[in-house]
């Protein structure tokens, strides 16, 4: 995967693979120690707090040491092919682990479990629980089975798994920033994608419980939340879709901020753009992806949307909502892509010019329609000086729109001390674009800041606090 410098919270590539730590509660540790790491979307590290929440409650205690743990968990992603290398890399290590600690019950959870239930059992002879997203409940019932002597597996898919009602404890949190999810699987069948095999159709969360896990955290001083979803402009429950939603959390307090991640073209509504512009605390940024600027292509990739409705989408963002950042997914090199589509999709991003974006090279994922229907016909090489074209042009891109942000005051909610300066505060504006800061004794994290931009590099504004 590339991105550049600015990428998202949706994908943090510097949390992946991260050990997920919580301080352990002594009235009810039963001495057992749980290790679980991530991988992939942050769709995946929110279901590890779910993971966590569930196991804490029957007395697990998390550790940083996989090693020194009984019950060591993978959670892993099957979106890119290189995920999956990884965790298989990772599952080696921990082999050696189990040697010297028979006991050891080891798990892969997620999205690779659901896909490669039976060659994880019949090739990863040290595996012990295979676990798909909608079977977290089972977790403790799976371990005991695998405590008794036998391998235990819970792939199973379901229609109404939301996790509503588990609060999900906050691991390796800043405090400040929380994230939401408002409901679960795709009902999107696009033909390069996993996701609607290994997570299952779409369905929402009541909610009131999605209004009562916001306020709880800003009564617990936490002061933004980003709802999560595959396409969260689908969301739905009864008389309830996502303009609704969005506006019922903004209200839990004006001072609570409010993110989304992930918009589908098809589905983004003016009705959503203008609760955003009604509320000051819905922060001013769309995740909006692409995929390919081209027509034929977005066909065969079953986008359901095609080049003249995305750049209309745009406009309207524009229109309603002038100062919103925009950031996307492009993938380069899909079947049959020619060169003249694939400056269709460098001119797509002229148009738009956003503020970051993952871009990929196309890998073919087994089990997809894009596998089943097309040949992978684009040679390696071409794709790669595709994907080196892009990554380019969003460079430039990148950089243009960050300019246009220096000399102007942002209101920024500090996030912490920044990771380069100790000297320095860091927070993000509404555009979700890093600022960097000198500290200043008056604030502390969780305070929102306006601070005069006065300069910027190629990921990051540079300024001061003002007032």
Not at 173 to 192: L, P, Q
Not at 201 to 210: A, G, K, L, N, T
Not at 223 to 251: C, H, P
């Amino acid at each position: 995967m590339f991105e550049t410098p600015t990428s998202t919270k949706q994908h943090d590539e510097s949390r992946q693979g991260e050990a997920l730590i919580l301080e352990k509660d002594p009235q009810k540790s039963s001495g057992r120690k749980l290790y679980i790491e991530s991988y992939g979307c942050q769709m995946n590290f929110s279901d590890s707090e779910i993971v966590a929440s569930i196991l804490l409650d029957k007395g697990f205690e998390t550790t940083r040491d996989y090693k020194e743990a009984d019950v060591v968990f993978i959670n892993t992603c099957s979106i890119r092919e290189n995920a999956e290398q990884r965790v298989r890399n990772r599952l080696k290590e921990f082999e050696s682990a189990k040697a010297k600690n028979p006991g050891m019950v080891v798990g892969v959870l997620g999205c690779m479990a659901e896909r490669l239930k039976s060659k994880f059992l019949e090739e990863e002879k040290l595996v012990d629980v295979v676990v798909g997203p909608d079977a977290y409940r089972d977790l403790p019932n799976l371990i005991e089975k695998v405590d008794e002597g036998s391998r235990a597996v819970n792939v199973l898919l379901s229609r109404e798994e939301t996790y509503a009602d588990i609060s999900p404890v906050r691991l390796n949190t800043n405090g400040v920033t929380a994230f939401i999810s408002i409901m679960r699987g795709c009902d999107n069948m696009c033909s390069f994608c996993v996701v609607p095999f290994t997570r299952g159709r779409e369905r929402s969360r009541d909610p009131q419980s999605i209004v009562k896990e916001a306020r709880d955290l800003f009564d617990a001083g936490y002061r933004e939340v980003t709802l999560l979803g595959q396409n969260v402009d689908s969301y739905k429950y009864e008389n309830i879709n996502f303009a609704n939603l969005l506006q019922m959390v903004a209200l839990v307090d004006p001072l609570l901020r409010v993110r989304f991640s992930t918009s589908h073209p098809k589905d983004i509504t003016d009705e959503v753009l203008h609760t955003m512009a009604k509320h000051e605390n819905i922060c001013k940024y769309i995740h909006l992806p692409v995929q390919s600027g081209n027509s034929r292509i977005l066909k065969l990739m079953n986008r359901t949307y095609d080049r003249e409705w995305y750049m209309e989408r745009v406009d309207a963002i524009r229109r309603i909502i002038p100062d919103c950042g925009i950031s996307t997914d492009v993938i380069t090199g899909f079947c049959s892509e020619t060169e003249e589509e694939h400056r269709d999709t460098l001119s797509m991003m002229d148009y738009v010019k956003y503020d970051f974006a993952y871009m990929f090279a196309y890998s073919e994922r087994p089990g997809t329609l894009a596998a089943k229907r097309y040949a992978d016909d684009i040679p390696e090489e071409v794709k790669k000086r595709r994907l080196t074209e892009v990554v380019d042009r969003q460079r430039e891109h990148s950089l243009e729109r960050l300019k246009t942000y220096v000399g102007k005051v942002h209101k920024v909610l500090i996030e912490g001390t920044s990771k380069r300066s100790d000297k320095d505060y860091c927070g993000r504006n509404d555009q979700n674009t890093m600022v960097v800061f000198p500290i200043d004794e008056r604030y502390k994290k969780g305070d929102y800041v306006d601070v005069h931009v006065e300069s910027c590099t190629s990921a990051t504004l540079i300024g001061r606090i003002i007032g």
